[in-house]
């Protein structure tokens, strides 16, 4: 199977400070990673894709400087919340695509809460 | 407005009960898929449905795709608790994958 690890599974952090989130895909090579933000009994919003070795694409109305992506490696993209806030809390997932058929595997998803 | 459109937003039943949850568009998709989520983890791929008419079954339930690629129905006979989580319909628009605003199912033993 194709599976994808994020790490951590959930952090606190204070206002202000800056937050890394990991997303691992454990036995593929991800062409792209992608990463979704969800709210309490909401659906998934996709906030950017990343492709190894470029810059990320962002949705509109998502702050680039704020939500920062490296795609350093084929199995490896990070984002990182800068000078996060309390709006900022939410259920972040990413997802990673191997080239084939269109199928995204998605990871377990992080908790940021930010006090 | 979402691309796709599920209805309803939550249900609560009664183990053993039939349900179906909708998922409709005016765009034409060349597949949709289904999730499964459950509260604090990431969604998981149920099924995907690829030809207008299509039906497919997963034990219980059971998928169908509109004959115009317009739309995804998912039923699930003799709900069970087990069966309780937040189901998603989702579809490629573009190179993007897009989601239904999910259905929240309770069954309640």
């Known amino acids: 199977g194709a599976v994808v690890s994020q790490h951590p599974s959930w952090v606190i952090c204070k206002s202000g400070t800056s937050v890394k989130i990991e997303c691992r895909s454990l036995?593929?090579?991800?062409?792209?990673m992608f990463w979704y933000r969800q709210f309490p009994k909401q659906s998934l919003m996709l906030m950017a894709t990343s492709n190894e070795g470029s810059k990320a694409t962002y949705e509109q109305g998502v702050e680039k400087d704020k939500f920062l992506i490296n795609h350093a490696s084929l199995t490896l993209s990070t984002l990182t919340v800068t000078s996060a806030h309390p709006e900022d809390s939410s259920f972040y997932i990413c997802?990673?695509?191997?080239?084939?058929?269109?199928?995204?595997?998605f990871g377990p998803g992080t908790r940021l809460t930010v006090l | 407005t979402q691309l796709l459109e599920q209805s309803p937003q939550f249900l609560s039943i009664q183990e053993g009960e039939n349900l179906t949850v909708y998922c409709n568009s005016s765009s034409v998709f060349s597949s949709l898929q289904w999730y499964r989520q459950e509260p604090g983890e990431g969604p998981v791929l149920l099924v995907t449905?690829?030809?207008?008419?299509e039906v497919k079954k997963l034990k219980r339930l059971t998928f169908q795709f509109g004959d115009a690629r317009k739309d995804s129905s998912l039923h699930i006979t003799a709900a069970q608790p087990g069966d309780t989580g937040l189901y998603l319909c989702a579809g490629f628009y573009g190179n993007k994958l897009v989601f239904g605003a999910g259905t929240i199912l309770r069954v309640k033993s």
């Open positions: 449905v690829v030809t207008g008419g």
């Open positions: 036995d593929f090579q991800a062409t792209t």
């Open positions: 997802s990673a695509d191997r080239g084939q058929n269109n199928e995204q595997f």
